[in-house]
């Protein structure tokens, strides 16, 4: 029974294993691109169809692959100040902001008042638009010609500049030859499937890490400022976590007394220094506003009680303008002498006041993940 029980728990294993590592009915283990699509799908760079399939030899339209390669480099929440006009794609567009981050990015660029989001994009375009997204590489046209010559049997057909671009995405890994084709061909005019978007932009992904183009590279890199040090932070790689349990400073914009407020008043206050890591890594930068409301008002009498103000605070808005939920609270108490204690802990009734401009300390219930490359929230 032991045995049968120990080989039952064995098999759901690798069975649960095997249904988180292959989620698509339609990409076999095997496949020749099941690891790039099984791991961008779990990253959410890719998504697959209502039906749970992924379809890998489907095609994949301009705006699809412009919105999976602003996401396969972590450039979602990028900001983009001067967008571009293009005759065919209004604000409201689901793809609209992709496009213009991959303008802005220097993934593609705009030769013409139409961008055709609709049309497929070919194989040229894919490879690209991976291989802008990298630094430059010093090639020869020689040299590329070179390269390309000792694997693609179709290299001739392309132009003087397309060789030098081939040759640099080639040396990037950028150029997906399906395995079952008898001859390497690099196809430029052909539209992409599914399956070679998610090599290239796996490929594209890899290769950003250390060779970023220049936009890239700085959006890429952690900021750094000086600021109020928040203890034991934990940073890995480009996501820094606030415990929970942690005190960041805020300066109040109004007025609260004991005396005067009431409960359910809404409070806001504003980050007045950035809040930085102890290797100076800005977590929550200086200008971001957080909101509440006083969940407990007690009023100070003489020879009675002492006021309190209790403030529940529900959220937090960055200088990204990204608004989520900032859960923690602020137990509002004055600093007194040793003789002030002594009367407040002998007659008590201390009215308690904060000014507008007052500092106070949010204490977070729970931990804040932050990217630390461009300050937001990860929920």
Not at 261 to 271: H, L, N, Q, R
Not at 330 to 335: L, M, R, V, W
Not at 347 to 375: C, H, Q
Request: charged share 20%; proline share 3%.
């Amino acid at each position: 029974m032991k045995k049968l029980l120990l080989g039952l728990l064995s098999f759901l294993t690798v069975s649960m294993m095997a249904n988180t590592a292959f989620a698509y009915p339609d990409v076999e283990a095997n496949y020749w691109a099941a690891k790039e699509i099984n791991e961008l799908s779990e990253q959410g760079v890719l998504v697959g169809y209502p039906d749970g399939t992924f379809q890998p030899d489907e095609l994949v339209t301009r705006a699809e692959f412009a919105s999976m390669a602003i996401k396969a480099l972590g450039q979602e929440h990028a900001q983009v100040a001067q967008p571009v006009t293009f005759a065919d794609i209004e604000p409201d567009f689901w793809a609209y902001d992709s496009i213009q981050k991959a303008l802005f990015f220097d993934l593609i660029s705009a030769k013409d008042s139409l961008f055709r989001p609709e049309d497929s994009v070919s194989r040229a375009e894919a490879i690209m638009v991976a291989s802008n997204a990298l630094s430059d590489k010093d090639i020869s046209y020689a040299k590329a010609r070179e390269i390309l010559a000792k694997k693609y049997v179709d290299y001739n057909t392309l132009t003087e500049e397309a060789v030098v671009n081939y040759g640099k995405a080639e040396i990037f890994e950028l150029i997906v030859v399906q395995p079952t084709m008898q001859e390497a061909r690099i196809e430029a005019g052909r539209a992409a499937t599914r399956a070679e978007c998610a090599v290239i932009l796996y490929n594209m992904k890899e290769q950003a890490k250390e060779n970023p183009n220049a936009k890239l590279a700085y959006a890429m890199k952690k900021k750094t400022g000086e600021g109020y040090v928040i203890p034991n932070v934990k940073v890995d790689g480009s996501i820094g976590t606030i415990p929970a349990g942690s005190y960041l400073p805020v300066q109040v914009t109004g007025y609260m007394s004991s005396q005067t407020s009431e409960i359910g008043d809404i409070y806001t206050a504003k980050i007045a220094q950035n809040c930085v890591t102890s290797e100076n890594y800005i977590l929550i930068q200086e200008g971001a506003y957080v909101r509440g409301q006083l969940l407990d008002v007690v009023k100070g009498r003489w020879f009675v009680k002492n006021g309190v103000l209790y403030l529940d605070n529900a959220l937090i808005t960055t200088v990204n303008d990204q608004t989520t939920k900032l859960k923690g609270y602020s137990n509002i108490t004055k600093d007194r002498n040793w003789f002030m204690q002594f009367v407040r802990a002998v007659f008590k009734g201390e009215k308690l006041s904060v000014p507008a401009d007052s500092t106070i300390f949010v204490k977070t219930f729970s931990p804040i993940r932050v990217d630390l490359t461009n300050g937001w929230i990860l929920e």
